[in-house]
């Protein structure tokens, strides 16, 4: 039987168990991620709200303690009537029997007496996933001195800060527990980003058929979408199938699979024989590995430098052509009536266009007639260089003002919104050479700087006024992505966008899970004929939040349709369900595939499988090779000192991850 969450007012004050969880944070992350470990992972979770209601969602009247008891509530009945409904993954049990339910705290700040009354000088693990970075590096640091052995999980924006803290609370809790396993040290301090991981998941919704990256030990995996194979044509399986789309996920009108969507769902890592099945389903298979190279810029619209489009205008280059075009002329016609050489001819020429020749007296008609055509043409030169200089000052001087979208720009994607998500989806959608027009109310932005620097297009003001959207070639445009931090301006940003464009396809991040669910279902009967699709932040971002709390690397998520699939790296020791098993064995239908073996001995593993490996790609060392062997044969027994990849769902990583637990009986 589940552990029942009571209403408000609801757990007493006592301090928890060791052993626990806690949760630190202001918006739906925060309560998505204690619903992650609590239902999904079984944990005995402590979470900390700020008082009052959530800054995100003014207009809700719920206070973030109220939301938070609503979520459990209703994630509670939901696992009850799954329970009842028969089974779980692998028929393992109930991952929450016996599991208290989530101990709620309000405190405006994490100070040493709030962590310490919360529990934290006794917990397994802590995530900081307040908004305010700088609030999450004190609340670290604090809970680093209270419990050198805490496991510590931070969400930055910042990635080059976060790289640093990572490095300085690793090495503090080095200091505290000399001897500290190495493997363990890497554990203790995990920093990610929510927009990261969730970035690749909005920017794939503008597109069709897009694919998903996947970095392990400096090699790139590509987890592609390809459409149901036409009749008499056979699917390429790739390196394995990952997973079966739902039937209708290429129907606008069709219903996009989630967890609650039954037989309509997409299937995730299925079994031969379902592939074989499954006729007309789209799939995600595995693709070829490649080496990644270390971090490159984004490319700017328009190239590098300053090209002659950008600095002159279009009038102005074809005005100079003629005039070239005019002094060539007179070239070829000096040379057919005089019988001088080409090189004197155009000598000549271009004396007469600048004024500096003599007067050609006494020199033959044509000649005389060539040089007053040559002054003639001279004449021009004067205001088309004074509009050159005219121009190329415009040019500098406006370099660092955002660009106009051009008159001419068709089949882009209008991105609204560049805060932390709206940044790093513009970075993606760079990164994939899709032209982008970006909408953004506040001048000072976040993402304005970058959009500036990589010359993107930009429109500022507010995207609900009439006249923003068409400023942003609404009408050509292939994609709508509304990404602010407001669902209402994102939802009617969605709506008038359809109005103008009814084909457009729209996606929509929106804070709560169920709210982006009950707009994509309005959205998609008011326009069957177009794609819409509506993504919680929050949602994509929180399993990996959570696997991250548990102790394993990620490695990757992958969302399919409104289902995440995870790619993590696990040590076959302690897992019966790896441990003594062939890979054919291990593998578990709907929960786990082994996908990897490091075949580096233990000694010289790399701690990180996510991390590049250390050379210089501008010099002339060759790569060291990778110690990943991903063409496993089935029959390969995984031993105890085996690293392996694995791909899982969250149920099934759960059961992977699962702590053992001395249950104390109530008295």
Known sequence: MLGFVPPLPQQPGRPPSAGHMIVCGDDALARRLAVELRYVYGERVTLL?????????PETPLTQRGRAAALFGRMSAAMNRAGNGGGTTGGSGDTNAGVEAVRIMEAPEPSDDVLEEAGVDRAAALALVYDDDERNIRAALTARRLNPRLRLVIRLYNRKLGQHLEELLDQAAAVAMPGIDPALLDASTTVLSDADTAAPALAATALT???KIIQAEGLLLRAAERPPPRPGETADPGLCTLALLSSTTNDPAGAEGSDSSGDEAPQLLPDESAVAAATGRGTVVLEAVSRADPDRPATRMGGRGAPLAQVFSRRLRWSALGVAAAALALVIASLLTTEDTAIHSTYL??????????????????????QILSGIAGLLLLPLLLAAVLEAFGTLRTASSLRRPPRGLSGHVVLLGLGKIGTRVLVRLRELDIPVVVVEEDPDARGIPLARSMHVPTVIGDVTQE?????????????LLALTSIDTT?????????SVKPELRVALRLYDDEFATAVYRTLRTAHPGALTRSRSVSHLAAPSFAVAMMGRQILGAVPVERKVMLFAALEVAGHPQLEGRTVEQAFRAGAWRVLAIDATPPADRTPDLAALPPYNPDGDAVPPPSGLVWDLHPGYVLRATDRVVIAATRRGLAELLRRQRSVVPRQ
């Open 49 to 57: 709200l700020p008082p009052g209601r959530d800054a995100n969602s």
């Open 209 to 211: 058929g897009s694919s």
């Open 349 to 370: 020429t271009l004396l007469d266009l600048l004024g500096m020749n003599d007067p050609a007296e006494g020199a033959p008609p044509a000649r005389q007639i060539i």
């Open 467 to 479: 006249g923003v959207l068409e400023a942003a070639k609404i009408r050509r445009a292939r994609a």
């Open 490 to 498: 994102n939802l009617e940003a969605a709506l008038y966008a359809r």
